[in-house]
């Protein structure tokens, strides 16, 4: 079945005494949109969406683009893996936003890592083979394709974030609402015309049917799609904030990795608002947070609740944790520490 109508039919089966397989026929008869439109929508039932699941592809996209499509709490998916696959194969994507000259630095700085990666690939190779002898009781093919694994492991390092992938994610259609509504406020242009094209893959017939008709996966989805400017209001009303209440240098020297215990529930919800908006470790964004009067915290706090909707969820900054890390990483050690992310 389609993903709203699905969700129509489980949403029915809760409301009613009908056994799940009249409530499936009770749906073939019966507007599936209307009811979402009702209850989805305009009365604020947003867990109705968790009901209906879609696979998603995302092809050609930069690997920048697949780390925001990733950046969900509640999503299941795989990026196309940089351990099996050659990823020289195409040109880095050039980002829409870069004038002429940035444009030309860009695309010289994209070639020479990517020749860099595939110098440092065949080494690696050819490293691996002298030192590491392939076992009698494994096959040629499962051999090389080992140690390649490994070889890609290293050479990784060197790929830009504009290098292209793709992502495969099968989501509730309530994150795909949220995602989108995301993409289409990002600061990226790539991810806004992602948002986009995902909105109208929502209202059209899928792509690849195993079987049955060929009907829009989730055209009233697709229809309340607008853009959610909240999370950039936040950033710009912290960053103000910021600026007039914390230092614009650090006093704490930045180490490599840093772990806190946070005890102040509340000075670590703010630290984690304002961490992205500085260049301060958090350690000292923390103390700093500890030590103001609780005013101060609490116009903290009623400055990131004024951006979200009667009946949005809480920003993700408000969770306070046991422990928090803090690295200092190139673009390489994230790209392993995001593989990892869950």
């Not at 947003?46 to 697949?66: Q, R, T």
């Not at 790929?159 to 309530?174: A, D, E, K, M, Y």
């Not at 240098?249 to 772990?259: A, E, G, I, K, M």
Request: proline share 6%.
């Amino acid at each position: 079945m389609p993903p709203e109508k699905l969700a129509y039919a489980l949403a029915r089966y809760s409301r009613s005494p009908d056994s799940i397989t009249d409530s499936v026929e009770w749906v073939r008869t019966h507007d599936s949109a209307k009811f979402l439109e009702s209850f989805y929508f305009q009365y604020g039932h947003a867990s109705i969406a968790d009901l209906g699941h879609l696979a998603v592809c995302f092809e050609g996209v930069s690997e920048l683009a697949a780390t925001e499509i990733e950046d969900e709490q509640l999503w299941d998916g795989q990026a196309r893996s940089s351990r099996y696959q050659d990823f020289t194969k195409s040109d880095a994507i050039l980002p829409p936003e870069l004038s002429a000259e940035e444009a030309a630095l860009y695309v010289n700085t994209c070639e020479k890592l990517i020749a860099t990666y595939r110098i440092v690939q065949s080494e690696a190779t050819d490293y691996l083979e002298s030192r590491l002898r392939r076992p009698e009781d494994m096959k040629p093919d499962a051999y090389k394709r080992n140690i390649a694994a490994r070889a890609f492991d290293v050479a990784r390092y060197l790929l830009p974030f504009g290098i292209p992938t793709g992502v495969g994610q099968v989501t509730s259609i309530r994150t795909l609402e949220k995602q989108i509504r995301r993409f289409k406020a990002c600061e990226y242009q790539e991810v806004r015309e992602i948002g986009d094209e995902l909105a109208h893959a929502c209202s059209a017939a899928p792509e690849c049917l195993w079987q049955g008709s060929a009907e829009p996966v989730a055209p009233t989805l697709a229809r309340h799609s607008d853009p959610d400017e909240s999370a950039g209001r936040l950033r710009a009303d912290v960053a103000e904030w910021a600026a007039d209440h914390l230092p614009s240098q650090p006093t704490l020297q930045s180490v490599s990795t840093d772990l806190l215990s946070p005890s102040n529930q509340v000075a670590d919800i703010c630290a984690t608002l304002l961490f992205p908006v500085t260049r301060l470790p958090f350690r000292e964004i923390y103390e700093l947070a500890c030590s103001w009067p609780e005013s101060r915290r609490k116009d903290l706090l009623k400055l990131a609740f004024g951006v979200r909707g009667r009946r949005e969820e809480l920003p993700r900054h408000f969770r306070s944790a046991p422990y928090v890390f803090e690295f200092v990483m190139d673009i390489g050690a994230y790209r392993d520490m995001h593989r990892h992310r869950r």
